[in-house]
């Protein structure tokens, strides 16, 4: 995760801030939050998946770049970051 070079240009954006958020909720509190990330100007995009239970380690993703589990950041939505 952080502050990485897209594949390509989005919303004339090179470069954006990707983050993860793991969260246990009800159906109404998700589409709600996909609603506020929608109407952001400063999120470019935004995925939303649903798992039957979410694991207490940490992806191979999060490891990279870390010595331990708890440097990992806790993380929010996907931000542009300005050029």
Do not use: Q
Not at 15 to 35: G, P
């Amino acid at each position: 995760m952080g502050f990485k070079r897209l594949a390509y240009p989005i919303k004339k954006s090179a470069k954006a801030y990707y983050t993860m958020l793991a969260i246990d909720s009800n159906y109404s509190a998700v589409k709600e939050m996909e609603r506020k990330l929608s109407l952001s100007e400063d999120v470019l995009r935004y995925v939303t998946s649903r798992v039957e239970k979410i694991s207490s380690t940490p992806s191979a993703p999060l490891l990279k770049g870390h010595s331990s589990h708890e440097e990992t950041p806790s993380t929010a939505a996907v931000e542009n970051e300005e050029n």
